[in-house]
């Protein structure tokens, strides 16, 4: 490979995100020379953080906690692929094989905790990528977080598609007594079809639910995302049906779902993703999306077979534990989730 004598040294300190954005740009990926391959074909790239919590306007949470950015789930439908061109990688294989990792987070939230300042308001966990994504098995900086803010007695709201949040059910379980705890897990749907071809890199879908049965048997708030719905591939009223009877089997304390909708980035990934491996449901995609959002009517259709099925099987719409405002149906924690997205 050439030499790129125009590229910042990135060692023996850590790089900031800003660097790795002018690495990359001068460079690509490639020049990413200190990332370490792993067993899963991703690239990790360990990055210096210089804060760990991240303020938001307009949502029904001020606060955002992501310790990794890109993620090797690789959902085709993902709203965080977008985030990735502003490091100036691709939202298509590159989100989800080049990883950034906040490798000094854990320390820097602690000092952030302690602040005088901090009013111990609600933290979002997991709103731009997976907090337990695979390579959490190996830095462990979720867990990490999570107990920083035990110490800090600072209630959380965690969404994931990770089973292995069941490893942090200690401190999970601690956090719900210091200060107030809901874990969101994400299953759009238990259609193994739907699952396999959506959401390549994640854990079964009913491995996800019984993860749920374990954090609800410990005492944890725990339920779950029905999202996205995507159209087509987990919108009919068997596979809804079919799912919500399984969250309400696996005693589930909530459910919420939301439509798949498509913002820049995003959608030039998954229209591509339809082209390729779905060219008979282009057109009805294109209809279907010709603004971010599919129509309301269609929309409200989805979410209204949802909140009879969430009767039928006797399932709440409302998280009872403090992760949002405590009159708000979980559907807004989906959206929310979603929309937090860029702050990390
Ligand atoms: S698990 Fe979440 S963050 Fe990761 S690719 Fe899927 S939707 Fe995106």
Known sequence: MPSLPFLIDLSPNKPTTRDIADTVKAGGTR????????????????????????RVEGMPFHWTLNPYRGCTHGCHYCFARRYHVQFEMNVDDEFASVILVKHNIVAVLRRELDRTSWQRELVALGTA???YQPIEGHYKLTRGCLERLVEGRTPVGLVTKGPMVVRDQ???????RAAGCTVHMSVPTTDEDAWRILE???????????AVRQLVDAGINAGVLMAPIVPGFSSSRSKLER????????????????VMYLQEGTRTHFMK????????????????????YPPAEYRKQVQGMVKALQGRYGISRESAGKTLSSDQPVESAAEAFEQAAFAW
């Open 129 to 131: 990528t997976d907090p």
């Open 200 to 210: 390549p890199g994640t854990a079964p879908p009913l491995q996800r639910l019984r």
């Open 243 to 258: 799912t919500v009877k399984a969250i309400a089997d696996h005693g589930a304390r909530f459910v919420g779902c939301n």
């Open 273 to 292: 993703f339809v082209s390729q491996e779905f060219p008979s449901m282009l057109p009805r995609y294109e209809r279907l999306y010709a603004r971010k």
């Open 31 to 54: 020049a990413l020379t200190t990332a370490q391959e792993r067993a899963d074909a991703a690239r990790y790239q360990e990055v210096t953080c210089r804060s760990a919590l991240n």
């Open 170 to 176: 200690d401190v999970l379980v601690e956090l719900s």
